[in-house]
């Protein structure tokens, strides 16, 4: 029988004009591949979750902004770069936090403009050609990415660790690996005795729903604990290191990720447990400067109040705080572990130099 992790987390369906998804809002009771068309049902796939995590966020704007360039009948250079623009702020403005979002965008607009050498050699069929390439490109690159990151974070992890992490930087958040899966991924590859925790990650349970999903299937083991005992866990001393994945890293090294991640940390640094966010650089936003400057999305009040139940479970009325993620300031962060190797402290020297060393990203 075809597991979970057989299936594509994104995958662009170029004769259909299509992107296929798996519906991830529907894992882990059915696994079931969705076609989205328009730029509508793009934009509904990524605000309601149904393809999310940083990464496949960034593939899929990717895809979506060639399918919906592809028909494109602008008659010169500056019409077609309206008509992309136009397209590429509605698909930006889906989800604010994830960066690969507005980064994925604007790498298919900056393309566009290298490859016409700003209009001067425009050709509409060739442009869209090079931009079907240049989202596939996008993807590609994900999946070796991922597995850097991988090997990188492959060297923190002993034989006999237990890892805990928090929601789902897994497969099901990017194309291949995930970021702090991969680490994980590669340690069982390698016949590395781990034992892996995930946290359930209320309100939408990305921790329970795919992380353990992917992890079990994957033949991993694999502990699930709701988000209130990840402490009483660290203080028996099971947990030797802690991965998360990231939206974004601001330039001083403070990293948003799904709401509760700055518990995790605060309470590892407590018991002295290493905590690693996992980071591509395109996860690194350098022109963003400090956790502060995050544009935190907040989600509907409904997700916690009535989202696992048919009928509410909190009185009607109540107020409700639900932001979908969180920052974990520099200072609680261990290590930074991208595809060109482990970020340490100072972050902001740190990050500064990685994207002069590789500024041709
Ligand atoms: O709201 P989500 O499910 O998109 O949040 C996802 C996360 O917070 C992930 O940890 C992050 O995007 C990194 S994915 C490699």
Same mark, same amino acid.
């Given at each position: 029988?075809?597991?979970?992790?057989?299936?594509?987390?994104?995958?662009?369906?170029?004769?259909?004009?299509?992107?296929?998804?798996?519906?991830?809002?529907?894992?882990?009771?059915?696994?079931?591949?969705?076609?989205? #068309?328009?730029?509508? /049902?793009?934009?509904?796939?990524?605000?309601?979750?149904?393809?999310? !995590? &940083?990464?496949?966020?960034?593939?899929?704007?990717? +895809?979506?902004?060639?399918?919906?360039?592809?028909?494109?009948?602008? %008659?010169?250079?500056?019409?077609?770069?309206?008509?992309?623009?136009?397209?590429?702020?509605?698909?930006?403005? @889906?989800?604010?936090? &994830?960066?690969?979002?507005?980064? $994925?965008?604007?790498?298919?607009?900056?393309?566009?403009?290298? +490859?016409?050498?700003?209009?001067? @050699? +425009?050709?509409?069929?060739?442009?869209?050609?090079?931009?079907?390439?240049?989202?596939?490109?996008?993807? *590609?690159?994900?999946?070796?990415?991922?597995?850097?990151?991988? /090997? =990188?974070?492959?060297?923190?992890?002993?034989?006999?660790?237990?890892?805990?992490? #928090?929601? =789902? %930087? !897994?497969?099901?958040?990017?194309?291949?690996?995930?970021? $702090?899966? $991969?680490?994980?991924?590669? *340690? #069982?590859?390698?016949?590395? =005795?781990?034992?892996?925790?995930?946290?359930?990650?209320?309100?939408?349970?990305?921790?329970?729903?795919?992380?353990?999903?992917?992890? #079990?299937? &994957?033949?991993?083991?694999?502990?699930?604990?709701?988000?209130?005992?990840?402490?009483?866990?660290?203080?028996?001393? %099971?947990?030797?290191?802690?991965?998360?994945?990231?939206?974004?890293?601001?330039?001083?090294?403070?990293?948003?990720?799904?709401? !509760?991640?700055?518990?995790? $940390?605060?309470?590892?640094?407590?018991?002295?447990?290493?905590?690693?966010?996992? &980071?591509?650089? @395109?996860?690194?936003?350098?022109?963003?400067?400090?956790?502060?400057?995050?544009?935190?999305?907040?989600?509907?009040?409904?997700?916690?109040?009535?989202?696992?139940?048919?009928?509410?479970? *909190?009185?009607?009325?109540?107020?409700?705080?639900?932001? %979908?993620?969180?920052?974990?300031?520099?200072?609680?962060?261990?290590?930074?572990?991208?595809?060109?190797?482990?970020?340490?402290?100072?972050?902001?020297?740190?990050?500064?130099?990685?994207?002069?060393?590789?500024?041709?990203?």
């Amino acid at each position: 029988m075809k597991s979970i992790l057989d299936y594509e987390t994104v995958a662009l369906v170029d004769e259909d004009d299509a992107i296929e998804i798996i519906d991830q809002t529907l894992l882990p009771g059915t696994i079931e591949t969705i076609r989205l #068309h328009t730029g509508k /049902e793009i934009w509904d796939a990524i605000y309601l979750l149904q393809v999310r !995590g &940083a990464p496949a966020i960034g593939v899929t704007a990717g +895809f979506g902004l060639y399918l919906l360039m592809k028909h494109s009948e602008a %008659a010169s250079y500056e019409e077609f770069m309206e008509e992309l623009k136009e397209k590429s702020d509605y698909l930006n403005s @889906s989800r604010p936090t &994830a960066v690969n979002l507005s980064w $994925a965008l604007k790498r298919m607009e900056s393309h566009v403009v290298e +490859f016409t050498g700003t209009g001067k @050699s +425009f050709d509409l069929s060739k442009t869209i050609e090079e931009m079907r390439a240049e989202s596939e490109r996008i993807k *590609a690159e994900d999946i070796d990415v991922c597995r850097r990151i991988g /090997e =990188n974070g492959l060297t923190l992890i002993k034989d006999g660790y237990g890892l805990l992490t #928090h929601c =789902n %930087a !897994g497969q099901l958040a990017t194309c291949k690996y995930g970021t $702090a899966t $991969a680490p994980m991924y590669l *340690a #069982h590859e390698k016949g590395m =005795n781990i034992k892996v925790y995930c946290d359930e990650t209320r309100p939408l349970l990305q921790g329970a729903r795919l992380t353990a999903f992917e992890l #079990h299937s &994957a033949g991993i083991d694999t502990t699930l604990l709701c988000d209130n005992m990840s402490a009483s866990l660290m203080k028996t001393g %099971a947990i030797n290191a802690i991965f998360v994945g990231c939206d974004r890293v601001a330039a001083n090294g403070d990293a948003a990720n799904k709401i !509760g991640t700055s518990v995790v $940390a605060t309470v590892a640094k407590r018991y002295g447990i290493p905590f690693y966010v996992c &980071a591509p650089t @395109s996860t690194i936003d350098i022109n963003t400067k400090t956790g502060d400057d995050i544009n935190i999305e907040q989600r509907k009040p409904e997700e916690v109040t009535e989202m696992w139940y048919k009928e509410r479970m *909190a009185p009607e009325g109540v107020k409700v705080y639900n932001p %979908a993620f969180d920052v974990t300031d520099n200072e609680l962060i261990t290590g930074i572990v991208t595809e060109y190797g482990v970020l340490k402290s100072p972050y902001d020297v740190a990050i500064r130099k990685l994207f002069e060393e590789h500024k041709n990203r």
